[in-house]
């Protein structure tokens, strides 16, 4: 399994930058899983410099940013026809006041990845949660250290689709009622809040009682409500459908949302895919049966 690797520059500009947080907490399954890393230039040279990964065969170097090194890893999330050439999604550590985080080639690179379904990872969470879900896919046993993120029953999850990933969203909550169940609270935006109460009360959840609470819908603020309780700590995952393909009058609540979650990096959970969330959701089923 390859994936891409980049980090803004706060994320890699002292010790204890968000990038070494990520790797001292994973190095073992990184290793373990023989993951590739196909890291942008300066963020490839910063590991390097903080003897990250020593003599690990799979962090390869690309060009840096400026030089087309991120335009190669859009590319190769796509898939190019030569061996080697396509990678199986992308870990971004996004800083959401560096201008480059918005650059086309970035844009691009989490488009292409929620268009081929492929993870599309942007907070140091969201990278020790898809390590953890890797090493059980894998058969590894549970690392106690990734137990927090595992903690459902003490966390908020928001649900949130857009209008076409709707059915996505309803199939993927009845599929996996039991395991979302298990959240402190769920919350989502309007249309969605409601569709999915009714799934609930039809499974028979209590009547009188919301599965989910519901906020404002998208086009009315209900992006903004929830980036609010993310900054606040108080929403620790969210599930969030995008449909890549539609432009959205309220482009900028989506993106406010995302810029919460990686504001707080170490501790908002965000998976933007269904094939993505259904795999997160295999793992944490599996781990709940053997840790």
Not at 175 to 199: C, D, V
Not at 237 to 242: D, K
Request: aromatic letters at 6%.
């Amino acid at each position: 399994m390859r994936l891409g690797l980049a980090a803004n520059q706060l994320h890699h500009s002292h010790d204890d930058a968000a990038l070494f947080r990520w790797l001292r907490a994973c190095e073992a399954g990184i290793r373990e899983l023989d993951l590739g890393l196909h890291a942008v230039g300066r963020t490839h040279d910063a590991v390097a410099r903080a003897g990250c990964l020593a003599g690990h065969p799979g962090l390869r170097r690309y060009p840096n940013g400026r030089e087309g090194g991120l335009m190669k890893l859009v590319a190769e999330v796509v898939g190019l026809p030569e061996p080697g050439r396509t990678l199986d999604g992308a870990i971004y550590l996004i800083d959401p006041v560096d201008p480059s985080s918005i650059f086309p080639e970035a844009v691009a690179l989490k488009r292409q990845c929620v268009i081929h379904g492929k993870p599309f990872i942007s907070t140091v969470a969201s990278a020790r949660d898809w390590i953890e879900m890797e090493r059980i896919h894998a058969g590894l046993a549970p690392d106690p250290g990734a137990d927090g993120l595992h903690a459902l029953e003490t966390q908020t999850l928001a649900l949130i689709a857009h209008d076409a990933m709707k059915p996505q969203m309803l199939a993927y909550a009845a599929e996996h009622f039991g395991l979302l169940s298990r959240f402190a609270r769920r919350i989502a935006t309007g249309t969605t809040g409601q569709r999915l109460n009714e799934l609930a009360w039809s499974r028979g959840w209590p009547r009188q009682r919301a599965w989910v609470d519901r906020y404002q819908s998208g086009p009315m603020g209900g992006d903004a409500q929830i980036a609010d309780l993310v900054l606040e700590r108080r929403c620790q995952r969210a599930i969030f459908f995008e449909d890549p393909h539609v432009a959205r009058q309220h482009e900028a609540d989506i993106q406010l949302l995302e810029r919460a979650v990686t504001t707080v990096t170490d501790e908002a959970v965000c998976m933007t895919s269904p094939r993505v969330a259904a795999r997160w959701a295999e793992a944490a089923g599996r781990r709940a049966r053997t840790g």
